[in-house]
Nanobody, 119 residues
Framework: VHLVESGGGLVRPGGSLRLSCAANESLANIEGMNWYREAPGKQRELVGTITKGGSINIPDSVKGRFTISRENSKNSVYPQMNNLKPEDPAVYFC??????????????WGQGTQVTVSS
């Protein structure tokens, strides 16, 4: 699966940003779409999941501020980030988990998009 992210940029504290991840195939073929972030010196952190069945999981670390949605007709997933805080700046990555023809799960990653929070 080829993934292309967009929507990153500079936002003020308390502001909102919507990222986008477009897959080159139908989301119906993908078991789950995840968003991760990686800040300098920190481990990559999961910030949202949406499964093929539409179940959404938002970790406690960002729950109440981050949501995730999808648009099947565009093969796209959109994390919505609200009330951005100084601890949110990172490179945000889209991840897709898919089964190959042997039924084995594998994942694909986008190139990442930078989010900066600054006044």
């Amino acid at each position: 699966v080829h993934l292309v992210e967009s929507g990153g940029g500079l936002v003020r504290p308390g502001g909102s940003l919507r990222l986008s991840c477009a897959a080159n195939e139908s989301l119906a073929n993908i078991e789950g779409m995840n968003w991760y972030r990686e800040a300098p010196g920190k481990q990559r952190e999961l910030v949202g999941t949406i499964t093929k069945g539409g179940s959404i999981n938002i970790p406690d670390s960002v729950k109440g501020r981050f949501t995730i949605s999808r648009e099947n007709s565009k093969n796209s997933v959109y994390p919505q980030m609200n009330n951005l805080k100084p601890e949110d700046p990172a490179v945000y990555f889209c991840n897709a988990v898919r089964r190959n023809s042997y039924g084995i799960l594998y994942d694909s990653w986008g190139q990442g998009t930078q989010v900066t929070v600054s006044s």
